[in-house]
């Protein structure tokens, strides 16, 4: 994910590029992996965020896949997705 967020760093600051008050990068991650663990994921991802000084560029990163979102700025914090209409 983190090699992910690095490609699309200098594509967010060239020339041409729009920028807006605050600028947002969503991942949805589709790989075809067992189960993660977000929060074990999370502790792992946003140092590697914070060391390449992604937040210089995007304000707030999201991943997220088909059960849960994770967003990333200051302190990760990952949400469960409920597909509407579900009873929980």
Same mark, same amino acid.
């Given at each position: 994910?983190?090699h992910?967020?690095?490609?699309?760093?200098?594509k967010?600051? *060239? &020339? =041409?590029?729009?920028? /807006?008050?605050?600028?947002?990068?969503? !991942? /949805? &991650?589709?790989?075809?992996?067992?189960?993660?663990?977000?929060?074990? *994921? *999370?502790?792992?991802?946003?140092? $590697? $965020?914070?060391?390449?000084?992604? +937040?210089?560029?995007?304000?707030? !990163? +999201?991943? %997220?896949?088909?059960? %849960?979102? =994770?967003?990333?700025? %200051? *302190?990760p914090?990952? /949400?469960? $997705?409920?597909?509407? =209409?579900?009873?929980?």
């Amino acid at each position: 994910m983190a090699h992910y967020v690095e490609e699309k760093m200098p594509k967010a600051t *060239a &020339d =041409g590029f729009v920028r /807006y008050p605050a600028n947002w990068l969503i !991942i /949805y &991650d589709n790989w075809p992996l067992p189960a993660i663990d977000y929060a074990k *994921a *999370a502790k792992y991802l946003a140092p $590697l $965020l914070t060391e390449m000084d992604a +937040f210089s560029v995007f304000d707030t !990163i +999201f991943v %997220h896949d088909d059960s %849960h979102m =994770g967003e990333f700025r %200051h *302190a990760p914090v990952i /949400y469960s $997705l409920v597909k509407p =209409g579900s009873n929980r």
